[in-house]
Every structure is written in structure tokens, then in C-alpha cells.
């Protein structure tokens, strides 16, 4: 259990210990966002929040708690669809998941909730630095999420924050096998990496929060997990 | 290269042998499209479409090859977005994706493009019987195809044909390590092993078409890929 103030590179760092697990060149560590929203302090009672008016009509189309919404409100800079349930918004850090990623789950006093971390690109720098120069090696991070999916069914993990290599490795301009030049082929790698995590933690975010992944080709850059999504003006959906 | 009326399933369990591999229950074999596609000789000369009207309007509105979007048009239900250079559209198969599916590459003569399979359930299904009674073990498949996504950038691999294990974990009912019942927990098993494999072949679905996957926690079932999508009705965004 993570507690806030806790220094989650040496957690981790002692639980690779612990088991005896060392740590490679390329490497790459995908950390569950809960434990680090946790150690940051991210929680929040719901007794402590004052609902808007906005906040208590949009609670009541989407039928849900309005001081969840007004936190909800509070995250992100655009609703994009609300239904009885289901109220999805663009989170402030560009993504479009559900309730704004605020999670009631896996937390103790069932008032409370806990926001997502308030930069999960900084959080994959530092854990990186922080993990690299223990074991010596140069690693990649990846802040993981899950979030549902428009036209698919399921949550599916992704990468909210990312360091230590590029989120999408762009493989326009190359060639295939035929010699014909691609177009269209841009591969998210740290969604690929926060996906195949999430085939080892199932969805016990808690109770597995480090997965490494090893030998997964990936490509030297810093653009950081807002790469990874469409802005508002390219976005065709949200 | 596979070509049209190849068994499939022999070349997964030759190349297996060739590199020494055996197959162990549970493992799951993720088989690019594309290759299955060839196999049943799905390719179609462009220069035998005959364009509708309704193609050349869109393919204006796309800028894309009239001739192409007839094929489009006869593999899809409804046209979802369309800009210049994109076509999204609902294929007969259920999903949302690109070109329903249709792919210029890997293909050695570039008036030849290739649809999907036109059963992938179907090819999961015989695939799964030929490969697990060849080593005698209990297997999983996937046919997995690449798509993009709302929201988010770059393709990433899906499942469009799966047997032998539920595509969608379903753990809602169940409990969080507070012993709070988790409410909206569905994991996308078959679609996190089908992005997972794409750790490994990158783009070049050609090149390294079959990954098998490990130690994934999968549950008995037979849904099939038709299960991850939302039905028309319930997706909120196509």
C-alpha cells in the first residue's frame, strides 16, 4: 500500500529486490498512475466538495454524484459525451476517458477519491532517473492508465506519462517488404507497452502496480505521453 | 509469403518447428490478418472495380481512388467520418477502422489491395482446432488486424477473430483489495494480447506475421471478436 509522501522509485526499487529481479538496458517499467496519485496525495473526501450548479445538472443527466462531477468539471476542459452513467470528458492532460481517469476503487473510506497524478510525464521522468541510476542501466517509464474506448468494448491501458524513449515510433516514409513506401503507420509503442502490462496485472492496479517489460523495441526520444493524443482540432470523435 | 489456398496452419506449427519451439496450453497464437487474408486469396485487382456514383462522390470528398472506396463501400455497413485522406467507416464485421481494413501494403503489385479475411472467427476457430490437436495442447488464437483510434493517436493491433478463451474479462461483481465491488471493470483480454504482439512485429505484419504469447491470464469461452465491439446502439461515438 502506498501512502502519500512515499518515494515510489525506492518501493520500487526494493520490490525488483525483493524478488531477486534485476533490471536491463532497455527495460522498459510500466507503473500503475494509482500509486503514484497516491503518493502525491491526490485523494479526495467528496465530504469536502462544494457541487456547482453546472456540476448538479450535469450530475443529474449523467446520474451521478455531483461532488464526483464537480471534480470531474474541475480536471478536465470539455465534456464530450453524457449519458445516464457515463459522463466522458477531455482530461486536462488532452485525453478523452471516462470521469475525468477519478477513481473510487482501491481506496479505503469509500468518500473518498483519488485524481489522477497532476503530471504523470514528470512523474515517468523522475521514477526514470531515479530507477536508472540505481541500476545503472537506461530505462524507460511508463505511467499507465486503463480507459474505455469509443467503437470497442473494455478498458484497455494506455500511457499517460512516458520518458526514456518515443510514444509513438513514426515509420512513415519506410518501406515494406515490396519496397512500397507506408503512409499511414504510426505505432503507439507506449500504449502497446501499458496494454501488454495490463495482460499481467488484469485490473488489481493495486495489488501488481510495476510491470517490466523486456525487449520491446523502442526508439530514444522525450516527447512525453501528450504525443500520444489527438488534439481538438485533429480529433474526429471526441 | 503465403499465397492464395496455403495451409496456414501447417506453416505456423513448420515455422514453430524450425525455430524449436513447442506450444504449451494456454499459449496464446496471435496471427497477423493479413497473412489469412492471402491465404484465402481476398486480393482485388482495382482495375476490375467499376465505381458507383456514390463511391466517386465520396472518394471526391476522401480524396482517395473511387475504385477503392467501392470496395470500402461494399465491405462496410455505414461511413462513419470522412475528411480528406480519411474513411472511417462501421465494417460488416462490426468495428470502426480505416479503409474498412483494406490495405495497399505488403502487396507486390500495387493495382492489387487486399480485404480482410471474410470470416476471422472462423479462421481463429480452425486455426485453434489444427494447431492445438498438431501439439496437443489447449491453445488460444487471435487474428489480429491494426486500427486507429479516436482520441488517441497511431495504430494499434486488435482483435478481429478469437477462439479459445472469452475476448472480454468481465470482473465486474467482483472485488477490489478494500473488498469494494468493482462496477465497470470489463478487461479486453483478446485486444491487449493483440496490442502486446505488436511489441514484437512493429509494423511488419508481413515480416513476422504469428507471435505466441505466454503466461496470460485468459478465461474459457467462445464469444468471439464480434464481443469487443459495441453494437451501433450502444457506441457513443461512431
Excluded at 479526495?44 to 456540476?55: F, G, H, I, R, Y
Aim: hydrophobic content about 45%.
Amino acid at each position: 500500500m502506498v501512502r502519500e509522501g512515499d518515494d515510489v522509485a525506492k518501493l520500487i526499487c526494493a520490490a525488483l529486490d525483493r524478488e531477486q529481479l534485476d533490471l536491463f538496458a532497455g527495460d522498459v517499467v510500466v507503473v500503475a498512475s494509482k500509486i503514484l496519485a497516491k503518493a502525491e496525495g491526490r485523494s479526495v473526501d467528496l465530504e469536502s466538495v462544494q457541487p456547482s450548479d453546472a456540476a448538479r445538472t450535469l450530475a443529474q443527466d449523467a446520474d451521478k454524484d455531483p461532488r464526483l462531477v464537480q471534480l470531474v468539471l474541475d480536471e478536465s476542459t470539455h465534456v464530450s459525451r453524457v449519458r445516464a452513467g457515463v459522463l466522458l470528458v477531455r482530461h486536462r492532460l488532452g485525453f478523452v476517458s471516462a470521469n475525468a481517469g477519478i477513481d473510487r476503487s482501491n481506496i479505503e473510506n469509500t468518500s473518498q477519491v483519488l485524481l489522477l497524478p497532476t503530471d504523470p510525464d514528470a512523474w515517468a521522468r523522475e521514477l526514470r532517473s531515479k530507477i536508472s541510476s540505481t541500476y545503472g542501466v537506461d530505462l524507460g517509464v511508463v505511467v499507465a492508465d486503463t480507459h474505455g474506448r469509443a467503437f470497442r468494448r473494455g478498458n484497455l491501458g494506455v500511457a499517460i506519462g512516458v520518458s526514456g524513449f518515443e510514444p509513438l515510433a513514426d515509420l512513415r516514409g519506410t518501406q515494406d517488404l515490396f519496397g512500397n513506401v507506408l503512409e499511414a503507420t504510426i505505432v503507439p509503442v507506449a500504449d502497446q507497452l501499458a496494454a501488454a502490462a495490463g495482460l499481467v496485472t488484469g485490473e488489481s492496479a493495486e495489488g501488481l502496480p510495476v510491470v517490466v517489460v523486456r525487449g520491446a523495441l523502442v526508439m530514444p526520444g522525450e516527447a512525453g505521453a501528450t504525443s500520444l493524443v489527438w488534439s481538438p482540432e485533429e480529433d474526429l470523435y471526441a
